[in-house]
Every structure is written in C-alpha cells, then in structure tokens.
C-alpha cells in the first residue's frame, strides 16, 4: 500500500548514513500506517575513483573502466536510507533485515558515465515473521535506465496492514552441491565493508552492538557477500544480466563459507554460499542473461 499522488524530491548530495542512523533510533517507536508516496533522486552522480578502489578492494572485485553491478547500490542506499529513516516510513529502521536483493543490469555502466538515480518504496508485505518492504532503485545514463534493483526488507514482530500480499523473499535455485571456494572471512569484516559503503547498522559492527539486537556475533552486510560471489564469476558473466539472491541465516562472523555455483544453459548460474563445517545457507541465487 502507497499513499496516493506521490511527490520527487531532488538531494542535492548523498546523505550521511551516520547522521541517519542516529535519527532512525531516535524516532523508532510509534511508527504506523502506509508506505509513503515519496520518490528521493539525485542527479549527474560521478562515481568517485578512489571510492570505487576502495570498494572493489575489500570486495575482491577487479578494477576496470566497467562498474561492477552492485556497485551502483552504493550510490543508491543512501537515499533509501533517507526514505527508510523519516519519520513518515512505517517501518523502524534499527533491527530491518535485508532478506533478498535482486538486480538488473541492463547494460555495462562506465565508470565516467554520470548517473541520474531515483528510489522509492512499495509492495507493503505480510511475513509469517512480520512484515516486509521492497526499495526500488534506478539508476540512469542519457535518459535510459541502465540498472535497477529490488531490496526486500523485513521487520520481525510487526503486522503489515489488513489485505497486504504475502511477501515473497525466496530464491529457488537448483542442485548447487560443486564447491568452487573456501572463504575464511575475518571478524573485522562487517567493519571493513562499513567503512566503505557506509552501512554502519550495528548488527555488523561488533559483537556487543549485534547482540542489542539479538545475533550472537556480528554479521557480514548481504551485499558484500554478493559482491564476493560475481567477483569470483568474474569473466564469466553476461553483460547484461539479473542477479538475484536471498540471504537466508546471517552469516556470523568470523566464519569459514564455501561458495557453491552450477551452470545452468548459456551464461546462467545458480549459486550458494554456506558454512563450510555445518553446511548452513547464509546465501542462494540465481544470475541469468537478460
């Protein structure tokens, strides 16, 4: 459910997630009702060099003159960031779990190709855990969509409006048993990625900041194990392609995970990340030609 008549409203710079985080915790209780109407943008967005071989390092992306596709979701989380901590959002921020990421590169995006992006939310969902949200993203080049992204968050505890669709959070993937990685992630890297994209949402931080909101031990940003997973397909996908994933149990850190592919036809892949010594899924997905 949206509000009707939805209003644009243009940021002039990429909002400080710090200084957002904070006003999401000030003003968590007593939220209600619909998903706001509001659509943030900013326009001729430049992707910053140094940013973006900060980013690819602690990625383990290579560097190059094409923009890694979920690279463009660092451009575009600061304004759902905006949009998810104003107070008009139904939902509180401190405790929002990213449940699944789906995203569409249209085509490969420059690294000097300035961006027009837009975000805004829908589809207000029921869980049997709570509710759940998508935050669209788009991102623009010369008056064409070049990228988009669906992220589906979920609240646990919290009842969607009467008549809400049943959220969907789930990625069916096929037989995905070929070990291809072992990956030994370092209790820092919650910090690490951070630092980089910005996302300092406790539950990654520390162990005693994780455990205000209930995880044993800090847990990896999503994101960053979706990046790790096509920079180790890298040179192996389409140029155009949708890559989807579901992040199932939180991968605590630190840990060892293995990263399972299977091909499927031509340039498809299905994938999963799991805990290298109880086999559990912190990640599956699915990355298919468009």
């Known amino acids: 459910m949206v509000t ?34 509001t659509r943030l943008t900013r326009t001729g ?81 029921q869980h049997r855990s709570g509710a759940a949200v998508d935050l669209r993203a788009t991102a623009s080049a010369g008056g064409e969509v070049v990228w988009r992204s669906t992220s589906t968050y979920l609240a646990r505890g919290v009842k969607a409006p009467d008549g809400a669709p049943e959220a969907d959070i789930e990625v069916p993937v096929g037989d995905v048993e070929r070990v291809v990685a072992t990956w030994r992630i370092p209790d820092d890297a919650g910090r690490r990625y951070a630092k980089v994209s910005g996302d300092v949402n406790p539950i990654h931080l520390s162990g005693l900041t994780a455990k205000a909101f209930g995880f044993k031990r800090a847990i990896a940003h999503g994101m960053w194990v ?23 149990k939180p991968l605590l850190l630190p840990s060892t995970v293995t990263l399972s592919t299977a091909s499927v036809g031509a340039n498809g892949w299905d994938v999963a990340v799991r805990n290298a010594s109880g086999g559990t899924e912190h990640l599956v997905g699915t990355i298919r030609p468009v």
């Open 226 to 248: 979706k990046a790790r997973v096509l920079g180790a397909l890298g040179g192996r996908l389409p140029d155009a392609l949708t890559v989807d994933v579901a992040f199932r």
């Open 4 to 37: 009707p008549d939805p209003t644009s409203r243009e940021l002039e710079s990429s909002p400080n997630l710090g200084l957002l985080y904070a006003k999401a915790a000030a003003t968590a209780w007593g939220r209600g009702g619909d998903l706001p109407g």
């Open 45 to 125: 967005v430049a992707v910053d060099p140094a940013h973006f071989a900060d980013y690819a390092r602690v990625c383990r992306l290579p560097l190059g003159d094409v923009l890694p596709v979920t690279y463009p979701h660092m451009l575009t989380f600061p304004l759902q960031m905006a949009l998810m901590s104003d107070r008009a959002f139904p939902l509180a921020l401190p405790g929002l779990v990213h449940a699944r990421n789906r995203i569409e590169a249209l085509r490969p995006v420059r690294t000097d190709e300035e961006l027009d992006l837009e975000v805004w939310a829908e589809n207000f969902a």
